[in-house]
C-alpha cells in the first residue's frame, strides 16, 4: 500500500478505482444553437446598473479613510490637549505646561541671556508706567487699633493715591498729544508753546485745588479716625476705605460727564436713556450736585440750585467750568 | 488545462462594443468547459445550460467595466483570463443554485463526510442514474466544486482557489476533505455493493 492510500485527502491517482469511477460521470454536450440562444438573450436584456461610486475594497480609498479618521483624531486630541491646558487641568493633576516664552527660550537657547534684560526692562518700567501701583489694592487686614497699624494705612493709602494722580498726569499728557496730533491732522490751528504752558499751568492749578480740598477733607477724615482709635475703638477696613471708594466713585462720574458733555445732544439722550436705572439716578445725582455747587459759587444767593430738571441735565446745558468741576484733566488743549 | 489567451483584452473590447460575433467567439470557446462545471456540480442538463447562458450573459453585461480595467494591449489587458471569469461565475451561479434548492426542500448537505447510513441511503435511491454520479453529487457543494474544478477540469489548485474567491490554503483543506468525503462514500459504495 502506498502512502496515498492511507492518506484519504490524497490527490486522486490515475487510473486508481476511484478515478476510474470518477470517470463514469460524463457530461453531455450544450445542444445545438445554444449560442444562438445567447445572443437572443442579449437584446431582451436589461441594461445593467451602473457601477457604484464607492467600491470600499480599493486600497486608496481605504487608506483615505484611514486617513481621515487618523486626521480627526489628532485634531480631536490636540484640542482637547489645548482645552486642558488653557483650564488649568493639567497643572491640577501635575502635569506642568511650559509657557510659550519658556519653549521659546529653550528652542533659541538664550534663556539665561534673556533674564538680565526682562529684570532690566521691569526695573525700567516701574517709573514710566505707575498705573499698576495704582490700581493695587489696598488691603488690610484684622482691626486697626493701635496708632501704628493706623499710621500703617494711611501710608500704604497715601501711596495709592500717588500712584492714581501721576497716572491722572499721565493721561492728561497723553490727551494733549492726541489733541495736537488730530488738530494737526485736520488742519486746525496749533496752540503756541506760551498757549499750551498756559492752559497746562490751568490745569495743573485745578488739580492741585482739588487734591488740595480732598486732601483737607481726608485728613479732617483722618483726625477723626485717630482719635477713634486713641479712644480704644477698633476700625474696620471699611471706615477706612469708604473715603477711597467715594472718591473713586466721584471720578468715574466725573469721567462719565465729561464723556457726555462732549456728545450732540441726541447721543447724549440715547447715551443716557441706555444706562441702567441705578446708574443714571446716580449720575443724575451727581450732575446737580456739582451744578448746585457751581450756581451756588456764581449765582447770586437765593437762586435754587436744582431749578433745572434732571431729564435735561446733561444734554448741553452742563458745560461745567473746569476750573470749578475737577473736570479739567479732561479738557484737551483748544 | 486551457492555455491564457492572450486576445482576452481584445476580445473584451469587442464585447463591449457589444460585437455579437466576439460573444460567439467566447461561446464557442468556454461554453464546453463551463457546461461540464455546471452539470457536474448540479447533476441536471438543463439547470446547467441556464447556468452556462447566465454566465454568458453576466459577461455580456460587464464586459465595459472587464474593458476598462484591462485595456488591450496593457500589463492589466495580458492579466486579463476570460476563462477563469467565467469558471468563477459559473461555479458561484452552481453554488447558489444548489442552495436555494436545499433551502427549498429544507434538506441539510454535511460538510464532513456522509455518515455510512446516509451514504448508503441516499445511493440506494441514486443507483439509478449510475454509481459514480451519486458519488460526486453526495458531496457538500464547495467540497464537489473543489473535485470538479481540479480532478475534472484539472486546474491548478492556485486557478481553482480562484474560481471559488478563496485564499489557497483554505482552498487546499477544502479540497482535502472533499477527497477524503470522496473516497469515504467510495468505500461505502463498495461495502454496499
Known amino acids: 500500500m502506498s502512502p496515498a492510500e492511507h492518506d484519504d485527502g490524497a490527490p486522486i491517482a490515475p487510473g486508481s478505482p476511484l478515478a476510474r469511477a470518477l470517470d463514469g460521470f460524463v457530461a453531455p454536450d450544450l445542444p445545438a444553437g445554444f449560442a444562438d440562444k445567447v445572443l437572443a438573450a442579449t437584446a431582451t436584456r436589461p441594461a445593467p446598473l451602473p457601477e457604484l461610486r464607492r467600491t470600499g475594497s480599493t486600497g486608496t480609498v481605504r487608506g ?17 490637549a489645548t482645552a486642558a491646558a488653557a ?21 533659541t537657547g538664550d534663556e539665561p541671556a534673556s533674564k538680565p534684560a526682562e529684570a532690566a526692562a521691569a526695573v525700567a518700567a516701574v517709573p514710566v508706567d505707575p498705573a ?40 492728561l499728557d497723553q490727551r ?18 506760551e498757549e499750551e504752558a498756559r492752559i497746562r499751568q490751568r490745569l495743573e492749578e485745578a488739580r492741585l485745588r482739588r487734591e488740595g480740598v480732598l486732601s483737607e477733607r481726608i485728613e479732617a477724615r483722618r483726625e477723626e479716625l485717630r482719635e477713634r482709635v486713641e479712644s480704644g475703638e477698633a476700625l474696620t477696613r471699611e471706615d477706612i476705605v469708604r473715603p477711597i471708594r467715594e472718591e473713586q466713585r466721584s471720578l468715574q462720574q466725573r469721567q462719565q460727564l465729561e464723556r457726555l458733555r462732549r456728545m ?36 447770586p444767593a437765593g437762586t435754587s440750585p436744582v431749578e433745572t430738571g434732571p431729564q435735561s441735565a446733561p444734554e448741553g446745558t452742563a458745560e461745567p467750568d473746569p476750573s470749578r468741576t475737577g473736570t479739567a484733566e479732561a479738557e484737551p488743549p483748544r | 488545462m486551457a492555455a491564457p489567451m492572450a486576445d482576452d483584452a481584445a476580445l473584451a473590447a ?3 462594443a457589444r460585437d455579437a460575433q466576439a460573444l460567439r467567439e467566447v461561446i464557442a470557446r468556454h461554453a464546453g468547459a463551463l457546461n461540464r462545471i455546471a452539470y457536474r456540480m448540479v447533476g441536471d442538463a438543463h439547470e446547467a445550460e441556464d ?26 489587458g495580458a492579466a486579463l483570463r476570460l476563462s477563469g471569469w467565467l469558471k468563477r461565475v459559473v461555479t458561484n451561479l452552481a453554488i447558489d443554485r444548489l442552495r436555494a434548492g436545499r433551502r427549498i426542500s429544507g434538506e441539510e448537505v454535511p460538510e464532513r463526510a456522509d455518515e455510512a447510513p446516509l451514504a448508503d441511503s441516499r445511493i440506494e435511491v441514486e443507483q439509478r442514474d449510475g454509481a459514480t454520479r451519486a458519488l ?29 474567491d478563496m485564499n489557497i490554503k483554505a482552498f487546499e483543506s477544502l479540497l482535502h476533505r472533499a477527497r477524503a468525503s470522496l473516497r469515504q462514500a467510495f468505500a461505502a459504495q463498495g461495502e454496499a455493493q
Not at chain 1, 147 to 154: D, H, I, V
Not at chain 1, 176 to 193: F, H, Q, S
Not at chain 2, 51 to 76: K, N, S
Open chain 1, 64 to 80: 483615505w479613510r484611514l486617513g481621515r479618521r487618523i486626521a480627526i483624531g489628532v485634531v480631536g486630541f490636540s484640542a482637547l
Open chain 2, 136 to 164: 460526486v453529487l453526495a458531496l457538500p457543494e464547495r467540497q464537489r466544486a473543489a473535485i470538479v474544478l481540479t480532478y475534472y477540469e484539472e486546474l491548478p489548485n492556485a486557478e481553482a482557489a480562484e474560481a471559488m
Open chain 1, 176 to 193: 494733549i498729544t492726541r489733541e495736537k496730533e488730530r488738530r494737526a491732522a485736520a488742519g486746525l490751528p496749533l496752540p503756541t508753546p
Open chain 1, 264 to 299: 450732540s445732544p441726541e447721543q447724549r439722550r440715547e447715551a443716557v436713556r441706555r444706562l441702567p436705572p441705578e446708574e443714571r439716578r446716580a449720575l443724575m445725582e451727581a450732575w446737580q450736585q456739582r451744578r448746585a455747587q457751581r450756581l451756588g459759587r456764581e449765582a
Open chain 1, 87 to 107: 483650564t488649568g487641568l493639567l497643572e491640577r493633576v501635575g502635569l506642568p505646561v511650559p509657557s510659550a516664552s519658556k519653549v521659546w527660550a529653550s528652542i
Open chain 1, 132 to 171: 499698576p501701583a495704582a490700581f493695587a489694592p489696598v488691603r488690610i487686614e484684622g482691626p486697626i487699633d493701635t496708632p501704628e497699624e493706623l499710621g500703617e494705612a494711611f501710608r500704604r493709602i497715601d501711596e495709592v493715591r500717588k500712584g492714581r494722580s501721576e497716572m491722572r498726569r499721565q493721561l
Open chain 2, 51 to 76: 447556468i452556462v447562458q447566465e454566465a454568458c450573459l453576466r459577461l455580456w453585461d460587464h464586459a465595459p467595466r472587464l474593458a476598462q480595467r484591462h485595456p488591450a494591449g496593457t500589463p492589466a
Open chain 2, 14 to 16: 469587442r464585447l463591449a
